[in-house]
Every structure is written in structure tokens, then in C-alpha cells.
């Protein structure tokens, strides 16, 4: 997956979010999902480059105010994937 940052902008972003580099790469990554609060801040910190539903899988069921939202990916059910 193309990062939608470069590692020294993720760098800079995780040390003023709070928040360990390879915890962001790994979120960013789908590996793990950020935490609700951590996520909207990096949203915010990051300008809007990253956006709360790369860093958390679950997204749509968190803030489904984002769902349809302009950039925002489809949601895919568990039944569609299975």
C-alpha cells in the first residue's frame, strides 16, 4: 500500500500526535487500528492528509457520520468479504 505520507513526515506527525512511529505505519498499514481519539487528532494535526478512516478498520462504525463523506471508501460487509 503506497503510504499517503513519507516516513519523515510519519515521523514528525507521530511525535505531535503523541504516538510511536511504526504504532502509526502499522495502522496506516491496516496491521493494527489507532485508537478513536488518537485518530481524529492525527486527522487534525496531519491537516487532513491522513484521514481517521486510514487509521482505524472498524471507521464506518465509529464515526458513520464519514460514511459517503468525499474520499471515504466503500464499506465492505463481513458477509462480502467472506
Known amino acids: 500500500m503506497d503510504q499517503p505520507i513519507t516516513p519523515k ?8 500526535c503523541g504516538v510511536n512511529d511504526q504504532y502509526l505505519y502499522q495502522c496506516l498499514s491496516g496491521r493494527r487500528d489507532m485508537d478513536a481519539t488518537q485518530a481524529a487528532l492525527c ?4 491537516g487532513g492528509r491522513l484521514r481517521r478512516w486510514m ?9 458513520p457520520e464519514l460514511v459517503g463523506a ?3 471508501p466503500a464499506i465492505v460487509s463481513q458477509q462480502q468479504a467472506a
Open 9 to 16: 513526515e510519519r515521523a514528525e506527525l507521530a511525535e505531535k
Open 55 to 63: 487509521l482505524r478498520r472498524d471507521w464506518h462504525v465509529t464515526w
Open 70 to 72: 468525499e474520499g471515504a
Open 43 to 46: 486527522e487534525r494535526d496531519s
